[in-house]
């Protein structure tokens, strides 16, 4: 059974930072590409990063967080991450972490986590 569970958030400060994991366990974890997605109080999922399989050379974020956000990937701790710095009040959501799979129309997620909530000072 593929299982991912997110940990790592909490309230931070605007200007602050936070670490969030995500614990992956049921599939060969650097076989797929990985992606971090939000969904704020009222309103729906939003993308947030991504990162290929493999080694995570490859790696992208929404306008809204690039620069502030950074993706990555232990394989041999099978977690994901993302590290957040410079922390605004409309990073508040809900944070959750996917497995991604690859078809030849495009990639999709196949699996989520439980979410982790992330809560900044307005």
């Known amino acids: 059974e593929v299982q991912l569970v997110e940990s790592g958030g909490g309230l931070g400060q605007p200007g602050g930072s936070l670490r969030l994991s995500c614990a992956a366990s049921?599939?060969?974890?650097?076989?797929?590409?990985m992606m971090w997605v939000r969904q704020a109080p009222g309103k729906g999922l939003e993308w947030v990063s991504s990162?290929?399989?493999?080694?995570?050379?490859?790696?992208d974020y929404s306008d809204s967080v690039k620069g502030r956000f950074t993706i990555s990937r232990d394989n041999a701790k099978n977690t994901l991450y993302l590290q957040m710095t410079n922390l605004k009040p409309e990073d508040t959501a809900v944070y959750f972490c996917?497995?991604?799979?690859?078809?030849?129309?495009?990639?999709?997620?196949?699996?989520w986590g439980q979410g982790t909530q992330v809560t900044v000072f307005s």
């Open positions: 990162i290929n399989s493999g080694d995570g050379r490859y790696r």
């Open positions: 049921g599939f060969t974890f650097s076989n797929h590409g």
């Open positions: 996917a497995k991604l799979v690859r078809y030849l129309s495009g990639s999709y997620a196949s699996s």
